[in-house]
């Protein structure tokens, strides 16, 4: 008997994941890494990177090794991959003894396809060992940007990577959201030991997540407003301190919204608590430090707020990306101020990094400065670090209200004139008060309002000033100075302007910002809302009976789309994205009776073809097995087909005689009675 066909990545991705089709991008990926090509894959949060190595650990033959940097990362992904029926475990400082045996006699039964593995065990010779005795074909490296040693999520245990795979020797694959050029280079040079690996870059575009940036005034209210106008929703807000976030989680809480906070100074206990509180509540908003978010694996969080400016653009993108990664909408604000930049200058400049680094890194401040300051779309400025080129998004706040701009050269000319006339030794407020012609004791007693600028601004309001003052900074024009306590010196950037060689173009709505985003775009119709609340209330209760987070039993995407296509059965129910074998079997009829109410029981053996040609062929197979069931006359001896046998003839699509009698249980009597229906069947199905 012929061995049936192997299957194809196609029919892994919709059986045990539940996608029909793979993602711009997946497919070569996948197929790289299945082939064991070295591989570098840079893809946008939410692209999907973690299918890119599952799907081709399920058929490779042997264990993938994945490396990833934080335990709840791990454990999240793992009891995902369960959830769908596929064996994979985690070997981490927070599993029991229980876990590690169920983990080891995985190994040594040859059961377990897929091994996570924190870094810091990679550097025990009894690892090695272990990875070696286990029958390792693949290493999948996840975050492979913390293997920058300057990175902002720099882990040293990432540099022992590359020296297992050398002992191992296996192919590697790494992914990352975050890595520009140089970043790259590194993950070549560390991981792959400088050989060359088939690179990727799958675009770093989040087209779902509307991006928006505002001027601190206020900022507590701010963030209140924004929290308010996404009430019930999941959602992050970042802060510089942990008393900042402590304090705005109260304020949240006292708001009516369920927040808490997270930083580093918790109680660990603690902070796993906020994390299983997190994953497992919906709507729960997390005041957090950046020790927050990079072991989330959450993908319905519909909002991220920055009260403070991030670090670097890189550390943007990735906390933004931690929002809608489901691919539904999603919002967020980014507030910032000079005192943030201050703060973050000084940061760079008090580090231990070496002076090109500490450049490098301004640079990196510079580019997020300039995309808080732009007048044009922000997702353009956004790729435009990243290397690529955007057209216009309509989803971020500019292009919602397109700022009204001026020519602001001889304005800028002033205010550098000012710095150097004051011999770069001081910061904006004093440079204002000269140029708006305050003569404060300071300017007195330095004998500045001698100077030939003393007074030059006074067409413009102090607020103004300091606008210009800080998109000034957002173009590099002018930094300030640690060693100076902030004295703003100008730099090599704004010398054209001084030397009326280039102009400048700023915003006119140079005073501060404090309206959020108006309309908060809906997750499904008004008409659909009520069976998207029920089908949450589902999983919530699902979710809650077997300790799990309520994505693993299905994320919101999934949701949203049987609240706007209403599956009435469940073979409509395993066309819906998200829906595989696994979990169409598990919760398809429950999902469904909150639709349909009632379901029409299905057998087990046809349920597993549900949403196929293959279920659709089945059906047709069964009236015909029922109508000849006594023969055509109906007078025969009774004789019956079993599911099993539907299923394989379904399944294997015979195109004569011959191969439909070589499938077991087609024995003589049945050839007679059915053969000719079926096959008949078969060929106006197939055509």
Known sequence: MPRDPAPSDL?????????????????????????????????????????????????REGVTLVVSPLIALMRDQVRALRAAGVDAGALTSANTDEENDAVFRGLSEGRLKILYMAPERLGSLATQDLL?????????????????????????????????????????????????????????????????????????????????????????????????????????????TRAKTETLAQALSEAGHQAVAYHAGLDPDRRREVERQFQTEDGLIVVA??????????????????????????????EIGRAGRDGAPADTLTLYGPDDIRLRRGQIDEGLAPPERRAADHGRLNALLGLAETAGCRRQKLLGFFGEEADGCGNCDTCDRPPETFEATVPVMKALSAALRTGESFGAGHLIDILVGSETEKVRQRGHQDLPTFGVGKDMSKGQWQALFRQMMGLDFVRPDPERHGALRVTERAHPVLKGEAEVTLRRDLGPKSKSRPVVKALVSEEDAPLLSALKAKRRALAEAIRAPAYVIFPDRTLIEMAETRPATLDDMARISGVGAKKLEKYGEAFLSVIA???????????????????????????????????????????????????????????????????????????????????????????
């Open 11 to 59: 029919d892994i991705l919709k059986s045990v994941f539940g996608f029909d089709a793979f993602r711009p991008g997946q497919d070569e990926i996948v197929a790289a890494v299945t082939a064991g090509e070295e591989t570098l894959a840079i893809m946008p949060t939410g692209g999907g990177k973690s299918l890119c190595y599952q799907l081709p650990a399920l058929m």
């Open 289 to 318: 430090t950046v020790a927050f978010g990079m072991g989330i694996d959450k993908p319905d969080i519909r909002w991220v707020a920055h009260a403070d400016l991030p670090k670097s653009i890189e550390a943007y993108y990735q």
């Open 132 to 240: 070696r005795r286990s029958g390792v074909s693949l290493i999948a490296v996840d975050e492979a940007h913390c293997v920058s040693q300057w990175g902002h999520d720099f882990r040293p245990d990432y540099l022992r990577i590359g020296e297992l795979k050398r002992a191992l020797d296996v192919p590697l694959a790494a992914f990352t959201a975050t890595a520009d050029a140089e970043t790259q280079v590194e993950i070549v040079e560390k991981l792959f030991g400088g050989a060359t690996p088939r690179s990727f870059l799958r675009g770093f575009d989040r087209p779902n997540i509307h991006l928006a940036f505002s001027v601190k005034d206020g900022p507590r209210r701010q963030i209140m407003d924004f929290a308010a106008a996404r009430k019930g929703r999941s959602g992050i807000v970042y802060a510089a």
């Open 597 to 687: 109410g009632e379901v029409e029981a299905m057998h087990p053996t046809r349920r597993k073809l549900a949403g196929s040609q293959a279920g659709d062929l089945y059906d047709a197979l069964a009236r015909i097995a029922l109508d000849l069931q006594r023969g055509e006359a109906g007078t025969d001896k009774p004789l019956s087909m079993s599911p099993g046998q539907l299923r394989q003839i379904a399944e294997r699509k015979p195109a004569d005689a011959d191969e439909l009698a070589r499938i077991k249980g087609m024995d003589g009597p049945r050839m007679s009675r059915f053969a000719q229906a079926f096959l008949e069947e078969i060929r106006t199905s197939t055509c």
